[in-house]
């Protein structure tokens, strides 16, 4: 079992950074891919970023791509998503989603532990 926690989220104004972490509990770390999900309110929850186990490979969204970064630390057990250049639509609940090494990054159903979700607003 694995238990995710994120943090770091709050409110900003547009243009300006914001980086999330997720601490997992549990087992190791390093035996799961990792990635992040957002949900606006009225929407459906949507791919944002994820990480292989190792960092090696990282996937974007088109919609964040050259704005957000997705790193880990494995060491330090901790996930990162570094938000930069914020906008308005980036405002949702982002969701910190961890699985095992099979399967695609994208869909929400490979994904087999999530966290509780933070808060992120972005103001115009």
């Known amino acids: 079992q694995v238990q995710l926690v994120e943090s770091g989220g709050g409110l900003v104004q547009a243009g300006d950074s914001l980086r999330l972490s997720c601490a997992p509990s549990?087992?190791?770390?390093?035996?799961?891919?990792m990635a992040w999900f957002r949900q606006a309110p009225g929407k459906e929850r949507e791919f944002v970023a994820a990480i292989s186990w190792n960092g090696g490979n990282t996937y974007y969204a088109d919609s964040v791509k050259g704005r957000f970064t997705i790193s880990r630390d494995n060491a330090k057990n901790t996930l990162y998503l570094q938000m930069n250049r914020l906008k308005p639509e980036d405002t949702a609940v982002y969701y910190c989603a961890a699985k095992g090494y099979s399967g695609g990054y994208y869909p929400m159903s490979q994904y087999d532990y999530w966290g509780q979700g933070t808060q992120v607003t972005v103001s115009s």
């Open positions: 549990g087992r190791t770390f390093s035996s799961y891919d």
